[in-house]
Structures are given as structure tokens and as C-alpha cells.
């Protein structure tokens, strides 16, 4: 067992009694070198006041604007002194052991970077969790997806996906990473601000050669769409803009364009999809998501310069690893129905 610290860093914007349940809940974990530092995205009510008073021990940083989960989590780390970084969201409870597991797997190996726990439903315990469930992986057009949730079908926890391995991403609801590969690659995209950042941020610990995994072994319960609901267009519009950036910024320049034109299909597929559910919000974030898309084309740029100058291992290795699915997850799952991760 490592005695190296562990600094725990969760973002935190309004809402007291998911963040005190959550406090609460890492106050009775076993592994004891920690720092708790909580980052108040500038929350309107008194909450991290009110756990400060509760909960002597941990951190307070408070930022001036919203941060988002990307510029909070970057904030947290900056007061960091453990070795180890555990992104933690707020509406999170643990199992006494999870942390000691992350360690012991993190440590196992040189090669890696990130280790995720299995992530339970917290309403629903025998389910898993939609964000994160049992390890994430993409399909080569960048559409995510887990061991044990695909799209919006999400597994009961049978123990079919207890064994520990190499996976292409570790949910942003609880992670842990070494806080030198972190520095190294500058930390989370801020310009993304909220979601799929950690996927952009585990692609990046693949490109210098790393490892990404899940330790089913440790456990944690996520409420899930507390700060942003699932059914909010906005999460639609986040969702599918990242995942265009990610992919126009993340491969080679040739790759990202051959594939370019059939993600846009497809977005306008899920649209239309969208449109006869009368989700009309959600509708309309898919083209707001394109629209960013254009707009920003001098950020995508900036992003490929950047991962040019650490880059190590090309689309081929990563590839290689077997890590990310070569055929389309939208043509599996909607067209042929394989909508359980054990199909694949």
C-alpha cells in the first residue's frame, strides 16, 4: 500500500446537501493521507461556508466566475500537494475501501495514468451508474460510450464486468491520475468547460503512451444531473460540440477530415431523432453545437498545436490498443440493436 498523498478536488457550484452527504461520506474512508479541497465555481448560495463550518479539515478555493468542471478541477489542482489527483463530483458517496483500491491499481504499473472506479446508480444501487458505469471506451467517430451503459440503456450490475481493464476513458465523476502526467499535459481543456473533458484529457495520456483503466473492485454511488439534468438541451449541446472538437483536434489532420463529413450526417440524424420526440430544445443544441463548431475554428487550431508538442504515439498505437471501436456504436446500437456492452 502507497502512503503518497492523495488530493481530492471536487468542483462545486450551489447546493449544500449533495456536497455535505458527499463530505460526509469521505470522512468514514479508510485510506487517511488525503487533502480535501473543494473549488466554489462562484455559488450564489452559502453552502461551502456552511461546510466549512462543518468540516474543519477541508480546502476552500473560491473563484470569482464559473469555472466549470474543466477550469475548477485546473483550479483545485494548482493548491494540490499530493502526488496522486482524485477528481471527485459533488453528488458522490464511497465505499470505505474505493480509494485504497485506485491506489493499489495506479501504483501497479508505470505505464498508468488514470484508474476509475465501477460507478453505481446511488437511487438505484443494483444499477449502474449512466456516467461513467464500468469503464469508457469511443467508437472511432468519437461517440462515447461504457461498460454498462450504452446511449440510455443502462445495465443492472450482475458482477459481468468485476474484472479490471484497459479502458480508453475514466469518468469524470471520480478519477485518479498522477498529478505529473497531469501537469504535464497542462491539465484539462478549460475552452471544453464541461463535459467530455476527462475523455480529451485520457485520449492525451494515450498520446504520450500511458494507460487508462477501471478498478471495479472500488465502488462509488453517483445521484447523477444534480448541477445539470440529463434531459437539459444544454447537456446535448456540451455533449456533441466536445466530441466534434475531440475529434477535428485529436486525430491526424487527414484523419479528422475524411471522418468529419459522416459525424455531420450523423448529427443531423440525431437531430431529426431528436425532432420526432418533440425534444425540440434538444433539437435545436445540435445545431448551436455546429454552429460552435465554425465559430471556433481558430481554438481547434490552437488545440492541435498544443497536443502537437507532446504527441508521442500516433492514431495507429492508440488504435492498436483496441480501445476504441472501429465500427460506428450509432449503427450498432439503433440499427441493429446491440444495446448491451457484452455484444461488442
Same mark, same amino acid.
Given at each position: ?7 481530492? =478536488? ?25 487533502? %480535501?479541497? &473543494? ?8 453552502? %461551502? ?8 479539515? %477541508? ?36 465505499? !470505505? ?46 461517440? !462515447? ?28 465523476? %471520480? ?9 504535464? &499535459? ?66 491526424? =489532420? ?13 448529427? &443531423? ?48 498505437? =492508440?488504435?492498436?490498443?483496441? &480501445? ?21
Amino acid at each position: 500500500m502507497s502512503n503518497s498523498k492523495v488530493s481530492i =478536488i471536487i468542483p462545486h457550484h450551489n447546493n449544500f446537501d449533495i456536497l455535505n452527504e458527499c463530505i460526509n461520506s469521505l470522512t468514514k474512508i479508510k485510506y487517511k493521507d488525503i487533502e %480535501v479541497i &473543494i473549488v466554489d465555481n462562484h455559488s450564489s448560495d452559502q453552502s %461551502v461556508d456552511r461546510i466549512k463550518s462543518n468540516h474543519s479539515f %477541508v480546502k476552500i478555493k473560491k473563484s470569482n466566475n464559473n469555472l466549470g468542471y474543466a477550469g475548477g478541477c485546473n483550479f483545485g489542482a494548482s493548491f494540490a500537494k499530493g502526488s496522486y489527483l482524485l477528481f471527485l463530483n459533488n453528488d458522490t458517496i464511497h465505499e !470505505p475501501d474505493f480509494l485504497d483500491h485506485l491506489i493499489n491499481k495506479i501504483i501497479s504499473s508505470n505505464n498508468i495514468a488514470c484508474v476509475q472506479p465501477k460507478i453505481k446508480n446511488h437511487d438505484n444501487k443494483e444499477y449502474f451508474d449512466y456516467a461513467g458505469a464500468s469503464g469508457g471506451f469511443i467508437d472511432y467517430l468519437v461517440f !462515447p460510450f461504457t461498460r454498462g451503459r450504452i446511449f440510455n440503456t443502462i445495465e443492472k450490475d450482475k458482477g459481468q464486468y468485476n474484472d479490471a481493464i484497459k479502458v480508453f476513458w475514466t469518468s469524470g465523476t %471520480v478519477f485518479i491520475t498522477k498529478k505529473e502526467i497531469f501537469d504535464k &499535459i497542462g491539465g484539462f481543456d478549460k475552452s471544453l468547460f464541461a463535459h467530455m473533458e476527462e475523455i480529451d484529457y485520457c485520449w492525451k495520456c494515450y498520446m504520450l503512451g500511458f494507460e487508462c483503466w477501471v478498478e471495479p473492485k472500488s465502488i462509488v454511488y453517483h445521484h447523477g444531473g444534480k448541477t445539470l439534468s440529463y434531459k437539459s438541451p444544454k447537456k446535448t449541446y456540451f455533449n456533441h460540440r466536445n466530441s466534434i472538437i475531440l475529434l477535428l483536434s485529436n486525430y491526424s =489532420i487527414a484523419l479528422s477530415l475524411y471522418l468529419f463529413p459522416l459525424r455531420l450526417l450523423l448529427e &443531423i440524424i440525431s437531430s431529426l431523432n431528436d425532432l420526432l420526440k418533440l425534444k425540440i430544445g434538444h433539437f435545436i443544441a445540435h445545431y448551436f453545437s455546429i454552429l460552435s463548431i465554425i465559430l471556433n475554428i481558430p481554438t481547434i487550431y490552437k488545440r492541435r498545436k498544443i497536443i502537437n508538442k507532446f504527441r508521442i504515439k500516433d492514431d495507429k498505437f =492508440i488504435f492498436n490498443q483496441k &480501445i476504441i471501436l472501429n465500427e460506428s456504436i450509432v449503427k450498432k446500437y439503433f440499427l441493429f440493436r446491440n444495446k448491451i456492452y457484452n455484444n461488442y
